[in-house]
């Protein structure tokens, strides 16, 4: 399946882009797909391994199971105000 | 009864939102505006870059001032945060709370701005005037046990 990632801020900058599509197997989690996304190369490797995400639009926790199509934010620790 | 949240670019005016809140049953209207301050922990701030995670935040700040009406009975309710580069002085945030009385309408006030501080999806970088920028560190914000609806 495929879902959307997006970044912000300074997870953008972690990660190179604002968004790009991700290949996952059918059961992926939210976890899953944060391990993956840090595997990507060294820089993305300074991504947390428990941040906080949003799957289309709702704050979830880790082991919330994905499916395809979901859009998953990846939240840096938010400073707004 | 009405709620109005916005997630602009546009400088924010706070007339504007006085304007949309006011109705002659509220005796209180209360305006927070948040401003782009000139310090930070010392070091001194020559502006500001706020981003969004628009389509969520606008959802957000909707939620929040919903359950600032359901929880304090305010009859009227609006918020804009402001987002792009701002200098200092400017006004990042607004919210603007008319109710019958005072009370409520402060409470109110302030639930919004605090929950705007633990869970819009908005983040800040600083420019300092040594010329390096950092992201504010935040506060992350809590999952729902369901989510991803």
């Given at each position: 399946?495929?879902?959307?990632?997006?970044?912000?801020?300074?997870?953008?900058?972690?990660?190179?882009?604002?968004?790009?599509?991700?290949?996952?197997?059918?059961?992926?989690?939210?976890?899953?797909?944060?391990?993956?996304?840090?595997?990507?190369?060294?820089?993305?490797?300074?991504?947390?391994?428990?941040?906080?995400?949003?799957?289309?639009?709702?704050?979830?926790?880790?082991?919330?199971?994905?499916?395809?199509?979901?859009?998953?934010?990846?939240?840096?620790?938010?400073?707004?105000? | 009864?009405?709620?109005?949240?916005?997630?602009?670019?546009?400088?924010i005016d706070p007339h504007?939102l006085l304007?949309?809140?006011?109705?002659?049953?509220?005796?209180?209207?209360?305006l927070?505006l948040?401003?782009?301050?000139?310090?930070?922990?010392?070091?001194?701030?020559?502006?500001?870059?706020?981003?969004?995670?628009?389509?969520?935040?606008?959802?957000?700040?909707?939620?929040?001032?919903?359950?600032?009406?359901?929880?304090?009975?305010?009859?009227?309710?609006?918020?804009?945060?402001?987002?792009?580069?701002?200098?200092?002085?400017?006004v990042?945030?607004a919210?603007?709370?008319?109710?019958?009385?005072?009370?409520?309408?402060?409470?109110?006030?302030?639930?919004?701005?605090?929950?705007?501080?633990?869970?819009?999806?908005?983040?800040?970088?600083?420019?300092?005037?040594?010329?390096?920028?950092?992201?504010?560190?935040?506060?992350?914000?809590?999952?729902?046990?369901?989510?991803?609806?």
């Amino acid at each position: 399946m495929k879902v959307r990632a997006l970044f912000f801020a300074s997870y953008r900058e972690i990660m190179g882009g604002a968004e790009f599509d991700v290949e996952l197997p059918d059961g992926a989690t939210v976890s899953d797909l944060i391990t993956l996304l840090r595997g990507r190369d060294d820089a993305a490797s300074v991504l947390p391994s428990d941040p906080a995400v949003a799957v289309n639009r709702s704050y979830c926790t880790s082991d919330a199971l994905l499916v395809d199509g979901d859009e998953v934010a990846v939240i840096p620790p938010v400073a707004g105000g | 009864m009405m709620s109005r949240a916005e997630i602009t670019t546009e400088v924010i005016d706070p007339h504007a939102l006085l304007a949309h809140v006011e109705d002659p049953a509220s005796g209180a209207v209360v305006l927070f505006l948040g401003v782009v301050r000139n310090h930070h922990e010392g070091r001194a701030v020559q502006a500001m870059r706020y981003d969004a995670y628009d389509e969520m935040a606008q959802d957000s700040l909707e939620e929040i001032l919903a359950e600032a009406q359901e929880r304090f009975g305010v009859r009227h309710l609006c918020a804009v945060h402001r987002v792009g580069e701002l200098g200092i002085g400017e006004v990042s945030v607004a919210i603007a709370v008319a109710s019958a009385h005072r009370a409520d309408a402060y409470e109110a006030s302030r639930y919004v701005i605090e929950e705007i501080k633990v869970r819009l999806p908005v983040w800040k970088k600083e420019h300092f005037e040594d010329g390096t920028s950092e992201w504010v560190a935040g506060h992350k914000p809590e999952a729902s046990a369901e989510g991803g609806a």
